[in-house]
């Protein structure tokens, strides 16, 4: 029943931009958070963003601080990652994933620590 889909992904130019969408579904986002990752071809999993819901507190990774931007859709039980100024680099298959409210951090480094993970969209930024 819980389900997460990750949907806007696609090709892009360089200094482009794209705007993912995870929409969750059998449950209520609440006070959990809602990780992005990505992972290209010959690459470990990555840690893109995390938006946490219990404080609305949001985490980048260093490569993407200033050009991406997490939060929640207005109007639906989803979480947005929006991606401008796209470079080569951030090419890969980007996954949105939930952490369950829990003690610590709603937002934890290690992919490991999520609950529930999306299918996956794809990003790729032509060079």
């Known amino acids: 029943q819980v389900q997460l889909v990750e949907s806007g992904g696609g090709l892009v130019q360089p200094g482009g931009s794209l705007r993912l969408s995870c929409a969750a579904s059998?449950?209520?986002?609440?006070?959990?958070?809602i990780g992005w990752f990505r992972q290209a071809p010959g690459k470990e999993r990555e840690g893109v963003s995390c938006?946490?819901?219990?404080?609305?507190?949001?985490y980048y990774a260093e490569s993407v601080k200033g050009r991406f931007a997490t939060f929640r859709d207005s109007t639906k039980n989803a979480v947005t990652l929006q991606m401008n100024n796209l470079k080569a680099e951030d090419t890969a298959v980007y996954y949105c994933?939930?952490?369950?409210?829990?003690?610590?951090?709603?937002?934890?480094?290690?992919?490991?620590?999520?609950?529930?993970w999306g299918q996956g969209t794809q990003v790729t930024v032509s060079s």
């Open positions: 938006i946490s819901n219990s404080d609305g507190n949001t």
């Open positions: 994933a939930v952490r369950f409210p829990s003690y610590g951090s709603m937002c934890p480094r290690s992919p490991d620590e999520y609950d529930y």
């Open positions: 059998g449950f209520t986002l609440g006070r959990s958070g």
